[in-house]
Nanobody
Framework: QVQMVESGGGLVQAGGSLRRSCATSGRTSSILVMGWFRQAPGKEREFVTHIWLRSGSTDYADSVKGRFTISRDNAKNTVYLHLNNLKPEDTAVYYC?????????????????????WGQGTQVTVSS
């Protein structure tokens, strides 16, 4: 099993920045990919970004490209999400996720069903 604890988030004005952290423990060596998803009120949970822990390869949703950055510190078993130039439409509950499943089609890692471990989620609110 893998345990995940998120931190960071909160309230920020439009144009501001935040940093989210996701620390993992347990069977961390089994994790292949870690990602961030978000869910706004009345909407489906959507992909934001992910990172392959060994290679550092990343992918981003078009809505956050150029503004958000995902990074990892494998020594600390922690993944970070740097949210810059925030917009009111970024307001959502942000969830950290991890997958120990390997699929030949790497494109599936934008789907929440691929991830089998989830953090508790934290609200990020961007005021205009």
């Amino acid at each position: 099993q893998v345990q995940m604890v998120e931190s960071g988030g909160g309230l920020v004005q439009a144009g501001g920045s935040l940093r989210r952290s996701c620390a993992t423990s347990g069977r961390t060596s089994s994790i292949l990919v870690m990602g961030w998803f978000r869910q706004a009120p009345g909407k489906e949970r959507e992909f934001v970004t992910h990172i392959w822990l060994r290679s550092g390869s990343t992918d981003y949703a078009d809505s956050v490209k150029g503004r958000f950055t995902i990074s990892r510190d494998n020594a600390k078993n922690t993944v970070y999400l740097h949210l810059n130039n925030l917009k009111p439409e970024d307001t959502a509950v942000y969830y950290c996720a991890a997958s120990d499943r390997l699929f030949s089609n790497y494109g599936v890692y934008v789907e929440r069903s691929v991830y089998n471990y989830w953090g508790q989620g934290t609200q990020v609110t961007v005021s205009s």
